[in-house]
């Protein structure tokens, strides 16, 4: 079940990345969508690490799915009490092309093996 809906996240993850709006930045940042922050600190071209945020609410897990050019990672699946904030991050060491798209989409568990999303932060690589 897992392998399904991975497979079919990573099938929206490239819909996505071809039909969310377009945040324009440098590397460096933080881009919100919802209830959730994809935050670099980085500055050109080059992305060392990312970090993904979520604002929590209730009790539930929760988890990120971080992609863009060549790459896609699930990051970890946390169980939250209350309303804190998920947070995980992503070495990436990576140098992108003019015009890369990174997202980071956030999820909240249903508790009955379901997930729906909670944000879907993304942005542009400019090299000036």
């Given amino acids: 079940m897992k392998r399904i809906f991975h497979a079919l996240l990573a099938v929206i993850a490239a819909a996505v990345l071809l039909t969310v709006p377009n945040s324009t930045a440098w590397a460096s940042g933080t881009f ?3 209830w959730v922050n994809l935050v670099s600190r980085d500055d050109g071209r080059y992305i060392g690490t990312l970090e993904v945020q979520i604002t929590t609410y209730g009790n539930a897990t929760y988890h990120a799915d971080l992609f863009g050019p060549g790459f896609s990672y699930h990051l970890k699946d946390e169980y939250v009490t209350g309303n804190r904030r998920y947070i995980d991050y992503k070495t990436l060491n990576h140098v992108f092309n003019e015009g890369d798209r990174i997202c980071a989409q956030g999820w909240k568990g249903d508790g009955r093996g379901g997930y729906s999303s909670v944000g879907l932060p993304c942005f542009t ?3 000036s």
């Fill in 125 to 127: 690589i400019h090299a």
């Fill in 32 to 34: 919100n969508s919802r």
